[in-house]
């Protein structure tokens, strides 16, 4: 079945700098790439996806890019500011079930001043 | 406002004492699922449902029961709760049309002793 990995769990960048996280997938018919974001106590939300026909999109400071022959995806995150401290989920479904969501494990963000 | 509620927020209870979490979402989303998240495993599905009466497991479904008879309720239930499901459940819905974005309610952290 599928797998997604994601790299790496902990993340410190200072403020301002800028952060990328990476996952992987294992099935090629995987289609839908959604970011989410968790902070600290609250519950997950999206904050960018990507369909496999496009390579890359953006939404202010953050973007998504995927490759779709390496099976990679990354978020790029440009200016960290203190609130972007938090935890950000990868995660991949196939075309035929597109709800179905496989999730890697996640990447603490931490933003140092 | 749109969104998912989940009651309870936060539940103390000893082991094998039956509980139900309840999940209800007022945007009449089709899809629904239940996840339980903990340190270092990111976010594991528990069960899903497509519709009304349509239900399936997801990833950990052992010691886990759900229903579906309505669209907006998609309660949890442990019949015979043990410590190992110590954890902190989120409930999520998607519409199932023309976004695949899942929508969390806040979260139920439980502890079974």
Same mark, same amino acid.
């Given at each position: ?11 410190? @960048?200072? /403020?301002?700098?800028?952060?990328? #996280?990476?996952? !992987?997938?294992?099935?090629? =018919? ?23 026909? @496009?390579? /890359?999109?953006?939404?202010?400071? #953050?973007?998504? !890019?995927?490759?779709?022959? =390496? ?43 | ?113």
């Amino acid at each position: 079945g599928e797998n997604v990995e994601q790299h790496p769990s902990t993340l410190s @960048v200072q /403020e301002g700098d800028s952060a990328v #996280i990476k996952c !992987t997938y294992s099935d090629s =018919a995987s289609n839908y790439f959604p970011w989410y974001k968790q902070e600290l106590g609250k519950r997950p939300q999206l904050i960018i996806d990507i369909r496999s026909n @496009v390579g /890359e999109k953006k939404d202010q400071r #953050i973007a998504v !890019t995927l490759n779709k022959t =390496a099976k990679h995806f990354s978020l790029h995150i440009t200016e960290t500011q203190p609130e972007d401290s938090a935890v950000y989920f990868c995660a991949a479904s196939r075309w035929d079930s597109n709800y179905q969501l496989i999730w890697g494990a996640g990447t603490k963000l931490i933003i140092k001043p | 406002e749109a969104q998912v509620t989940q009651n309870p927020r936060y539940l103390i209870t000893v082991t094998g004492k039956k509980l139900t979490v309840t999940c209800s979402q007022n945007m009449n989303h089709e899809y629904m699922s239940w996840y339980r998240q903990d340190p270092g495993l990111g976010l594991r599905q528990i069960y899903y449902s497509m519709n009304v009466e349509v239900t399936d497991k997801g990833d950990v479904p052992e010691g886990y029961k759900v229903s579906r008879k309505e669209k907006r309720n998609f309660p949890l239930i442990l019949e015979s709760p043990s410590p190992n499901q110590t954890s902190l459940y989120f409930c999520a819905s998607s519409s199932g049309t023309d976004s695949y974005e899942q929508y969390f309610g806040p979260g139920t952290r439980l502890t079974v002793t």
